[in-house]
């Protein structure tokens, strides 16, 4: 085997193995996971003008807007010391894990019934009671998104494997690369817009992590490919591969009914759906490019391989009789 593609089974390797070694974390921004149930708040007891309370980062905690011009304190579980029960002084906002909210989302009843659960406060000096529950709402199907994942990557990969064969097809895989990127985007821009804490174009970058040098890849390799390079084959492989493995651990939505996302969670289902499906067919593509790109009748364990014999080493030019010889 040549050294260029020594150093270029070297390089898809790392690019694709380093994730794994690394961690491949949920996309999700926070670390906020899709789950089977979602708490909601149904009212304040006494209602009080000016304060507000919701469930922030699709359930995972509740916030608390102070327009009341009191101090506001979240009283913690009784019994117990306080641990992120906030105290919201006028004109301010918090939000907290609840643990009485958690407590109440650990088990799923039998009947799939609303499970209550309340929240003492004081504002100022008076108490006030959140009055909330918790509710699993129907998971979606899972079996036709995961159908059409599969789908998905087989077709890629059919298509992905043509375009190496027949030059005429490189544009597909141009199309099916661009496509791949800007899934994962969405998905990212999307779940950028949950966690609370985070100004939205950090938490973008680091919800995106290591799939930002995909996106280059894969664009870089989107390019190349367009001119007629065949080094973009691969670079749209390596991308692809590194996609799909940054996403895989976020085909959970795919049976979960509530989702850490900004916008709708089909939306997010179905660029989950893309950037995997997309993804694993063009990593499927990379063996057909590394193929292509191999000399099969060389030896790949003979380092002399690499070079040429020289010239007239190993080889007799053979005699030619001549004219008297031949008349004797």
């Known amino acids: 085997m040549t050294r260029s593609l020594r150093a270029l089974l070297v390089l898809a390797v790392g690019v694709v193995v380093l994730p794994l070694i690394g961690g491949t974390a949920s996309a999700h921004s926070g670390g906020l996971e899709s789950e089977a149930f979602l708490p909601r708040v149904l009212a304040l007891d006494p209602p009080v003008p000016g304060l507000e309370v919701s469930v922030v980062e699709g359930g995972a905690r509740l916030g608390i807007v102070n327009r009341t011009g009191q101090r506001v304190e979240v009283l913690p579980p009784e019994g117990l010391a306080r641990a992120e029960e906030p105290v919201v002084q006028p004109g301010g906002r918090g939000h907290w894990a609840d643990r009485r909210v958690a407590a109440a989302s650990v088990t799923r009843p039998a009947e799939a019934s609303p499970v209550a659960w309340t929240v003492p406060l004081l504002v100022g000096s008076e108490p006030v009671v959140v009055r909330g529950e918790t509710v699993w709402p129907p998971p979606p199907a899972g079996g036709g998104w995961w159908a059409a994942t599969v789908a998905l990557a087989a077709a890629a990969t059919v298509l992905g494997v043509l375009s190496v064969r027949r030059e005429r097809f490189a544009p597909v895989v141009v199309v099916l690369a661009v496509v791949a990127v800007g899934a994962h985007l969405v998905h990212v821009l999307g779940s950028a817009l949950v966690p609370i804490d985070l100004s939205y174009w ?127």
């Open 202 to 328: 950090p938490a973008v970058f680091g919800t995106a992590g290591i799939g930002v040098g995909a996106w280059a890849l894969g664009s870089a390799g989107a390019v190349l490919t367009f001119a007629g390079r065949r080094w973009g084959l691969l670079l749209c492989s390596l991308g692809g591969a590194v996609l799909a493995l940054v996403t895989a651990f976020d085909t959970a939505s795919f049976t979960s009914s509530v989702l850490p996302y900004g916008w709708s969670p089909t939306l997010d289902r179905v660029s989950t759906v893309t950037t995997v499906g997309i993804g694993f067919g063009l990593f499927l593509t990379g063996f057909a490019v590394l193929r292509g790109m191999t000399p099969d009748d060389l030896d790949l364990d003979d380092p002399a391989a690499d070079d040429p014999p020289p010239s007239g080493a190993g080889h007799e030019r053979p005699s030619v009789p001549s004219r008297t010889t031949e008349e004797a």
